[in-house]
């Protein structure tokens, strides 16, 4: 693990960090409270703020974590001290500077982190405000960016005012001393509330010299017309009442020497000088803080493209409305044809697009009913009070008939219409999760009848939903427990039936059900969080049980992996391969990739360069299921594909139906045609065999030559059943 550099000004900086008097006091309340706005803005499960001194990194305030300090050499926040910008490690595991350090390669398992050094007024930085995940995380925008920054100076600026209270309590020469060095306004007064004491800070603020103010009242410092109020504190301390006022943080008007009025935040503190009560008040200008809070609600209130509500407040508002007994409706939207206008003209349209559905939608919300934006081209409306789901299905066919309307956007006019699906409480639900969960299955299904439709929940869809909840539950467990393994189905050569690879095929331990096959879970399993991380663990297992078995004699031998479409979003999935071919020794050649037309047919750049690096290196890619969907030729002159897989669905048909034999007989045309290879799958029969073999497929996998089955059942198949078979593995962390 590299050593880190110790901070130039090292000295001064655990000086700066001494006179805060932090390391191992009781977290400050609003500092805890700054860490949890930030875990929740960010959307990740640890923040904290912490101080670093010598040897140790101290966490003063944290939320996800349960440590109370680590030393110095092994905190990645060292570095961030050590720079003025944000510290930003999408993938510590990436990281020449981190991926040896135990507390990436263990708990608490950091990959993403992001950090910003808490600096004094002189600029020592004493600690940091920091983010971290147990998954990598490639999108941290520049909005992200600031909201970190933003709350790292309101940490700072609390530092500054426990600077202050610190110094408090030495002595006067050394508050004098401090007090000056400190940005806030610190001031003092006698027991008449003449201004006995008056900082460069306070200079700043309010413009007047200590010349100009010292021995004046002390009310001074506020507008005239403000008698009562905060005001009233500086009042009574100038009538030397303001005793019972002491430790508390007020918000009061100022007033600068030109007239200008300012927000001011005041704390009071009394001591005895001389047997006479003297006070002290620390002030500071919050217009900045103010402004930024007010930005900061915005952005955790309203989506900032078309300043609707939010998911948070649309669930404040159905929560609202079902803790008043009161029926409630929820309208859930999704734009039908929105990535084509972005595709076809730019994201500065779609976003106009977005602002024009949401006026119409707060329209149809009308002022008793809330329209918010969900993320993407959802949108929601929720109408209190409404529970005949008669009156629900008008309002949402009159919603889309708003949404159907032609939308005319820098000289361009957009058709485009929205489908929408509609939840009812009680009817339907009770709770505020299940009914969007309910408004979201019902727009599932509208969305699978086709464009511009409405649904309203029923119980089917309920058992639908609850089928897909169980199973995504259950899929979680898996991944914790490592239930999942690999079956391996023979690929042969149709001229003369030899072993040329295998297919391999997940299966579900399930400790309940027994085996479970793709069929009843990988629909759900394909868009969970986890469907990357299984990805690749069925790669590497692969690729590994692959290498064994040439290693034990069937050479050559080709292993194919079907892949997840997750595993492209990252952009590193070549590199993934690359590097499992390198961990397991398994040739380029040796491993065929399979995609799906959900794949292929996402147009995404990303995914057609991925493929063709991945082609470049040597590996095959096949296409599985041709012909089933909407795939067209062009596909086939666009990516870099090797092998056509004849779906089983025309295989089947093959003898007996004479377009099914059409289609066959196209696509191994076409795969001559294109220089591919095609393999035909399902094959269950001679005749089938023999068919396919006269129009020219050269290879074929199905029960005819072997079901999918086990490793060690595979080997002992192919006379492998010893020490050249690679140990069976099954799925643990997404990792």
Same mark, same amino acid.
């Given at each position: ?110 990959? &993403? ?9 002189? #600029? ?60 806030? !306004? ?19 603020? &309010?413009?007047?010299?200590?010349? =100009? ?108 409305a079902l803790a008043q007994a009161e029926p409630a409706a929820v309208l859930m939207f999704d734009l039908d044809g929105f990535k084509e206008v972005n595709d076809a003209h730019g994201h500065a349209v779609g976003d106009a697009v977005l602002k024009v559905t949401a006026e ?26 409404? #529970? ?55 727009? +599932?299904?509208?969305?699978?009848? #086709? ?22 539950? #259950? ?12 079956? +391996? =189905? ?135 299921? +041709?012909?089933?969907?909407?795939a067209s030729l062009s596909l086939l002159k666009s990516f870099p594909l090797t092998r056509l897989k004849i779906d089983r669905g025309f295989v089947n048909g093959l003898c007996e139906n004479r377009r099914d034999a059409a289609i066959v007989r196209a696509v191994i045309a ?23 073999? !006269? ?7 199905? +029960? ?8 060690? !059942? ?19 962390? !997404?990792?």
């Amino acid at each position: 693990m590299p050593i880190l550099p110790v901070n130039p000004d090292e000295e001064a900086r655990l000086h700066a960090l001494a006179e805060l008097d932090m390391v191992g006091a009781e977290p400050d309340a609003t500092i805890s409270y700054i860490v949890e706005i930030v875990a929740g803005l960010l959307g990740v499960p640890t923040a904290f703020a912490s101080f670093i001194d010598c040897e140790r990194q101290v966490f003063h305030a944290q939320v996800g974590l349960d440590l109370d300090e680590i030393p110095r050499a092994l905190a990645l926040c060292n570095a961030t001290i050590a720079q003025d910008d944000l510290l930003l490690v999408r993938d510590a595991h990436r990281d020449a500077r981190f991926c040896d350090n135990p507390l990436v390669c263990g708990p608490p398992f950091v990959r &993403f982190y992001a950090g910003i050094a808490l600096r004094t007024h002189e #600029g020592h930085a004493v600690g940091t405000l920091c983010v971290i995940a147990s998954e990598p995380r490639e999108a941290f925008t520049d909005l992200d960016r600031q909201i970190l920054i933003d709350f790292a100076r309101f940490v700072s600026d609390r530092l500054e005012l426990r600077r202050a209270e610190a110094a408090r309590r030495a002595s006067q020469a050394r508050f004098a001393h401090i007090a000056d060095t400190s940005p806030d !306004a610190i001031v003092c007064a006698d027991s008449q509330g003449l201004v006995s004491f008056w900082s460069a800070g306070a200079e700043r603020m &309010f413009g007047h010299t200590a010349a =100009q103010i010292l021995n004046r009242p002390i009310t001074t410092l506020i507008p005239d017309r403000m008698a009562g109020g905060s005001e009233g504190l500086l009042r009574r301390l100038a009538q030397g009442s303001a005793e019972r006022l002491t430790g508390r943080t007020v918000e009061m008007t100022g007033a600068h020497r030109d007239g200008r009025e300012f927000p001011v935040e005041l704390s009071l503190s009394t001591w005895q000088e001389n047997g006479t009560p003297t006070y002290g008040a620390i002030m500071r200008d919050v217009s900045q803080r103010w402004a930024i809070e007010e930005r900061l609600f915005r952005l955790a209130h309203l989506d900032p493209l078309t300043e609707l509500p939010n998911r948070l407040v649309l669930r404040g508002r159905i929560e609202a409305a079902l803790a008043q007994a009161e029926p409630a409706a929820v309208l859930m939207f999704d734009l039908d044809g929105f990535k084509e206008v972005n595709d076809a003209h730019g994201h500065a349209v779609g976003d106009a697009v977005l602002k024009v559905t949401a006026e119409r939608l707060r329209a149809c919300a009308g002022p008793d009913g809330t329209a918010a934006r969900l993320g993407g081209d959802e949108f929601a409306i929720v109408l209190p009070g409404l #529970g005949d789901p008669l009156v629900a299905v008008a309002a949402a066919e009159a919603a889309l008939r708003a949404l159907a309307e032609p939308y005319r956007v820098d000289g361009l006019v957009l058709n485009l219409g929205a489908s929408t699906g509609i939840a009812l409480s009680p009817s339907h639900a009770t709770e505020e999760s299940e009914l969007l969960a309910c408004a979201d299955a019902a727009l +599932y299904d509208a969305k699978a009848r #086709g464009r511009g439709q409405h649904r309203l929940f029923t119980p089917e869809l309920r058992e639908a939903l609850q089928r897909e909840r169980t199973c995504r539950e #259950g899929l979680r467990r898996a991944v914790l427990r490592g239930e999942f393994v690999l079956h +391996y =189905q023979p690929q042969v050569r149709l001229s003369d039936g030899a072993l040329v690879g295998a297919e391999a095929l997940i299966r579900w331990q399930h400790p309940e059900h027994g085996l479970l096959p793709p069929a009843a879970f990988l629909d759900v399993l394909d868009n969970s969080p986890d469907a990357a991380g299984i990805g690749d663990w069925v790669l590497r297992t692969a690729c590994a049980q692959a290498q064994a078995w040439r290693a034990g004699g069937l050479h050559p031998f080709r292993i194919g992996v079907n892949l997840f479409a997750a595993q492209f979003r990252g952009g590193d999935l070549a590199a993934r391969v690359a590097a499992a071919l390198a961990q397991t020794g398994l040739p380029a050649d040796a491993l065929e990739l399979e995609i799906t037309e959900t794949i292929i047919l996402r147009h995404d750049p990303q995914v057609d360069a991925t493929l063709q690096t991945l082609r470049a290196m040597g590996v095959g890619i096949a296409f599985d299921d +041709y012909g089933t969907g909407y795939a067209s030729l062009s596909l086939l002159k666009s990516f870099p594909l090797t092998r056509l897989k004849i779906d089983r669905g025309f295989v089947n048909g093959l003898c007996e139906n004479r377009r099914d034999a059409a289609i066959v007989r196209a696509v191994i045309a076409l795969s001559r045609s294109f220089g591919l290879t095609v393999i035909a799958e399902g094959v269950e029969t001679q005749e089938q065999q023999r068919r396919l073999l !006269a129009k020219g497929c050269q290879e074929a996998q199905g +029960y005819l030559f072997g079901r999918p089955m086990a490793a060690e !059942a595979f080997a002992a198949r192919y006379g492998l059943a010893g020490p050249a078979a690679a140990p069976v593995t099954r799925a643990g962390s !997404a990792g």
